[in-house]
């Protein structure tokens, strides 16, 4: 698993490879817990937080051929977002607090369709693996300057007093099949919401993990990530 660091703007953002446009269950586990299937979890659900990558408030399962990237609001310097690459497509994660009594997810899917339509695209809503699910098009010029689109699947899930968005991009934003890994290790996630009070809709607070500058010390999960210098990649699709 490789490890790695970008800079973002203010507005966090996630980047998806241009698409050719072709003419052609568990119960809730407490109030507020929206989650009709198992996982992803609360860190009241699992026994030990070893062998996960320690981001702070959320937990990540490693994988082989796993890269993750912490995204970095530049006028911060504050994380405000962690992406998963695998098998040639990405999916982002950011985490926020959320009331006791209700979930986040039916009013953020409506802010980001009227988002999507301010600029140009449009969405599907969809039945995905995790619920409702919106799928975004954003016109976009294709690398042969032919007209295209940029894709992404979006995915939320209400848990106790928590919400977790994961963008995904590339391949697995249009494909099943090919989100299948990403999906996996989406399920896999661990929020660590934490007790102090905090409005909805604040991110919960991400950080590099301790580990990371020294993979493979004691108590550092196998496969823990090396930590590479930041980069600042193409800004194509608002998300906030």
């Not at 817990?33 to 026994?47: C, Q, T, W």
């Amino acid at each position: 698993m490789v490890f790695g660091r970008r800079k973002k703007s203010a507005a966090v953002q996630q980047d998806e490879p241009v698409e050719q446009i072709d003419s052609a269950s568990e119960a809730p586990a407490a109030k507020g817990d929206l989650r009709p299937f198992k996982g992803p979890f609360d860190a009241s659900e699992i026994d030990s937080e070893d062998g996960y990558v320690d981001l702070g408030a959320l937990l990540i399962a490693p994988r082989e051929g796993l890269q993750l990237r912490l995204e970095v609001e530049e006028a911060t310097q504050r994380v405000v977002a962690v992406t998963m690459d695998l098998e040639g497509s990405s999916l982002q994660l950011q985490a926020f607090a959320a009331p006791r009594s209700e979930g986040l997810w039916a009013e953020i899917r409506e802010q980001i369709s009227q988002s999507v339509a301010s600029q140009g695209g449009e969405t599907e809503e969809i039945d995905g693996t995790f619920g409702k699910e919106l799928i975004a098009k954003l016109p976009a010029q294709a690398a042969d300057g032919s007209l295209g689109f940029r894709a992404a699947r979006f995915m939320g899930v209400d848990g106790p007093r928590w919400f977790l968005r994961g963008v995904l991009g590339g391949e697995a934003a249009l494909d099943r099949e090919a989100a299948a890994g990403l999906e996996d290790l989406f399920r896999q996630v661990v929020v660590v919401r934490g007790d102090n009070p905090m409005p909805p809709r604040d991110l919960l607070q991400l950080r590099l993990p301790k580990d990371a500058a020294a993979p493979g010390q004691h108590g550092a999960p196998q496969g823990a990530p090396a930590f590479q210098r930041p980069e600042r990649g193409p800004e194509i699709t608002q998300i906030g």
